[in-house]
């Protein structure tokens, strides 16, 4: 099955700078991989996905990319805000007619400090 | 629009007693999942249903561990009898299409405590 890797764990960054997280997955069948949100005491939501025919994708300040070939996607954030702060989660899914499973990363805590 | 809702929003049991959480899916949404959060494992896929039939339950830790949805507007999952090594916030989501595409909505959670 379906096995995903996310780094690093935690990531502080200044106010301003960027922020980088990057995810590795196993099943080359996988076709889908959106990145969710989780602010405090709330459930994950989705910030932005990409398909595995596209290379990269933009959202105003963040951006995914994916490298199929090396089976990893990774996110950016650029001009980190105080709101930013969160914990980010990777995911894939693999492309197949029975099902429709999300595999989670471990998860990314994102200090943005002021 | 009301988003997923899950009760309770947090529970404190004791060992061995039942824990019953509830979730109720956004209306109009064919697929609904139970994700299980803690800090050493991350978001774990527990079970998932598609028109309200269970597909895979492959990630449902052990017999104590079960989950319904008796309808399109309401699932359950169930710990009988509970541990302490099951608190976590169990997280309950829904998805409009049956494809392995398009965006999760999740609910707050569940918080259980199993002292």
């Known amino acids: 099955g379906e096995n995903v890797e996310q780094h690093p764990s935690t990531l502080s960054v200044q106010e301003g700078d960027s922020a980088v997280i990057k995810c590795t997955y196993s099943?080359?069948?996988?076709?889908?991989f959106p990145w969710y949100k989780q602010e405090l005491g709330k459930g994950p939501q989705l910030i932005i996905d990409i398909r595995s025919n596209v290379g990269e994708k933009k959202d105003q300040r963040i951006a995914v990319t994916l490298n199929k070939t090396a089976k990893h996607f990774s996110l950016h954030i650029t001009e980190t805000q105080p709101e930013d702060s969160a914990v980010y989660f990777c995911a894939a899914s693999p492309r197949s007619y029975n099902t429709d499973k999300l595999i989670f990363g471990t998860g990314t805590r994102l200090q943005v400090f002021p | 629009d009301a988003g997923v809702i899950q009760s309770p929003r947090h529970e404190v049991t004791e060992m061995g007693q039942e824990v019953t959480l509830r979730c109720k899916p956004i209306?109009?949404?064919?697929?609904l999942f139970w994700y299980r959060q803690t800090m050493m494992r991350g978001l774990e896929l527990l079970i998932y249903?598609?028109?309200?039939?269970?597909?895979?339950d492959s990630g449902m830790p052990e017999d104590r561990f079960s989950a319904k949805m008796p309808n399109a507007s309401f699932s359950t999952l169930k710990i009988q009898p509970s541990e302490p090594r099951d608190s976590a916030v169990y997280f309950c989501?829904?998805?409009?299409?049956?494809?392995?595409?398009?965006?999760?909505?999740f609910g707050e959670g569940s918080r259980l405590t199993v002292l």
């Open positions: 209306s109009g949404h064919n697929s």
């Open positions: 989501a829904s998805k409009r299409e049956r494809t392995n595409t398009g965006e999760l909505f």
């Open positions: 099943d080359s069948a996988s076709n889908y």
């Open positions: 249903f598609n028109n309200n039939v269970p597909i895979d």
